[in-house]
């Protein structure tokens, strides 16, 4: 799976998803009314949190090549590497 790095190829892959599961061979595997719900999920659940989770929204934020996943990872980041 190839990452999504701009705007624009996410708003195609966001395109392309809803024709693709509606799609006549994805509907006769899964059915017609597990494919509505799949699309209902999507748009309820998932992408009402888009800005939070696509990376292509936050692209331009610096990083400075530190990163942490929890707290913990970022106290014992500091604890390691900061001189003071």
Same mark, same amino acid.
């Given at each position: 799976m190839k990452s999504?790095?701009?705007l624009d190829e996410y708003k195609a892959s966001k395109a392309l998803l809803f024709p693709y599961v509606n799609s006549e061979e994805v509907v006769k595997v899964i059915g017609d009314d597990t494919?509505? %719900?799949?699309v209902t999920f999507l748009?309820? +659940?998932v992408f009402v949190h888009e800005q939070h989770f696509a990376r292509c929204f936050y692209l331009d934020v610096r990083r400075f090549d530190a990163y942490s996943n929890t707290c913990?990872?970022?106290? %014992?980041y500091?604890? +390691?590497y900061c001189e003071n």
């Open positions: 999504i790095e701009t494919a509505d %719900n799949i748009r309820s +659940k913990l990872e970022g106290t %014992n500091g604890v +390691k």
